[in-house]
């Protein structure tokens, strides 16, 4: 592959990444409590559980598997949906019947999906309490996408020529640099498409492609360009 | 009369301050001494652990420059960018200077500072985070974790050049870097932050956290080096003794117990 091509793949993959964080609901130390909406952990760990798995189904069949890359691509998706899907539906477990509160959107009156009323189950003094529909969708649609850019990324730097092992490794910390900058924008919790904060979302996508960018340049760089010094 | 002389001690103890300078002079020096050393000669590894210390040192003392401000979205997301925004420096520096194998560590750091300094800016003026010292801790975080990892590796390996990096990376030991290098750099703060968090409590325990580097990276080595991994495991283990009872004391010396006179005292007995 070319390296205009792999260069403008890995800003594509880090966009990507940076958008799929943006829709999962991340709930941070207030939803820990059953305070927020979302799952108690925060933007990174989250979206790091998600992408990582991804990466390993995605490095399998593209090992593996003789099958085109759209395949690797969407196995990657996959693999994140599947693993943050179980995450926000134990979440949903322990906050139903565990803590014992219904889950519901602080930021919206009715949920867009369901239309079920929401504002009369929020606990007074908190800002909804545990994974509501439209939050759930919204993290399915956020893992899809995070997949994609977590296997886009580990494909791309296999096309560069550097070895599986070290490319996920750089996968990885493609990953974690996007998912932190997303992390920076949403500045604490994110309930999912529907929250007023989602409207942050340029900001992000201007600030990933220029450290994806950055990043992608030095890796063709080093490994197209061959030694240097 | 307790109250007082509690409140001149607290002050007795913010006033002593290490420059942030000093702490990044030490963590850039330290640690390429220390890998330069490390890949002189096997029986030298454990001077590459003296610079994942000095690294995790210079790194978590970022972290606690930044997260100080409240951002908002926890320590560990400011901790684990410091390994994820430079590994790819610490590759393509690799890959880049493989002739001239004395230059990798010098190349990776000033990549890393670079893509630190581009993290930075994005957040500070894209992002729009109100921190004015988010442009230069995002940029020391950066260089810590690139010199972090290569420390590992020159440790573990007894080199840092590309083959050593493949290896730590085919045998999969590379992940646990990542893992322990970004806790070690995020869980002091993580763990002393509070109101009373103080510069030298929070240095003592990544101090301690750098020693528990040392050992596991000891124990790595002996896969890669053999019998010399030994002293490595020693040497961290003695630093990790050292530093954690310094820090215990610390804590134990800072943590007033105040009588607010709620608890009656006949339960204390």
């Known amino acids: ?229 | 009369m307790t109250g007082s002389s509690c409140n001149a001690k607290a002050e007795a103890v913010a006033e002593k301050k290490i420059s942030n300078n000093l702490i990044a002079a030490l963590g850039i020096a330290v640690p390429l001494l220390g890998i330069f050393a490390a890949s002189f000669n096997s029986l030298f590894a454990f001077m590459g652990g003296i610079a994942i210390i000095f690294a995790t040192l210079w790194g978590a003392n970022g972290v606690r420059t930044v997260a100080k401000y409240g951002i908002g979205t926890g320590v560990p997301s400011i901790g684990m960018v410091a390994l994820g925004g430079s590994v790819a420096a610490v590759v393509a520096a690799a890959h880049l200077a493989s002739k001239t194998v004395l230059l990798i560590p010098v190349i990776a750091l000033i990549l890393a500072l670079l893509s630190g300094l581009l993290i930075g800016i994005s957040a500070r003026y894209i992002l729009k985070m109100n921190i004015p010292v988010m442009i230069r801790c995002k940029t020391e975080i950066c260089g810590a974790g690139a010199l972090l990892i290569l420390s590992h590796v020159a440790t573990i390996t007894g080199s840092f050049d590309l083959p050593g990096l493949k290896n730590v990376s085919d045998t999969g030991i590379v992940l646990f870097i990542f893992i322990i290098g970004a806790l070690g750099i995020l869980h002091p703060y993580n763990a002393c932050l509070g109101a009373d968090e103080r510069q030298g409590r929070t240095l003592k325990l990544s101090l301690a956290t750098g020693s528990a580097q040392v050992i596991l990276a000891g124990i790595a080595s002996l896969y890669f080096i053999g019998l010399p991994g030994m002293i490595t495991i020693l040497f961290g283990a003695l630093a990790w003794f050292v530093t954690y009872s310094m820090f215990v004391r610390t804590s134990f010396e800072e943590g007033i117990v105040m009588n607010t006179g709620l608890i009656p005292e006949v339960e204390h007995k």
Do not use: W
């Open chain 1, 1 to 229: 592959m070319d390296p205009i091509t792999i260069i403008l793949g890995l800003i594509i993959a880090g966009i990507l990444i940076v958008i799929g964080v943006h829709f999962i609901p991340v709930g941070g130390a207030p939803a820990a409590m059953a305070m927020a909406t979302g799952v108690g952990t925060g933007t990174v760990q989250l979206a790091t559980g998600a992408g990582l798995t991804g990466l390993v189904s995605a490095g399998y069949m593209y090992h593996f598997a003789n099958v085109p890359m759209s395949y690797v691509l969407l196995s990657g998706a996959v693999g994140s949906m599947l693993m943050l899907g179980i995450t926000m539906l134990i979440g949903n477990v322990i906050y139903i019947f565990g803590v014992g509160v219904p889950p519901a959107s602080a930021k919206v009156k009715f949920d867009p999906i369901t239309k079920y009323r929401q504002d009369i189950y929020v606990s007074p003094g908190t800002e909804g309490q545990g994974i509501p529909t439209v939050c759930f969708v919204s993290g399915i649609i956020g893992a899809f996408l995070g997949g994609v850019g977590g296997a886009l990324t580990y494909v791309l730097l296999n096309e560069l020529g550097l070895s599986p092992a070290i490319s996920a490794l750089i996968a990885i910390g493609f990953f974690l640099a996007n998912a932190v900058l997303a992390a920076y924008n949403i500045a604490g919790t994110i309930e999912g498409f529907h929250d007023p904060k989602f409207k942050r979302l340029p900001r992000a996508i201007v600030s990933s492609l220029i450290v994806s960018g950055f990043i992608a340049a030095i890796l063709v760089l080093a490994a197209m360009g061959g030694v240097v010094l």
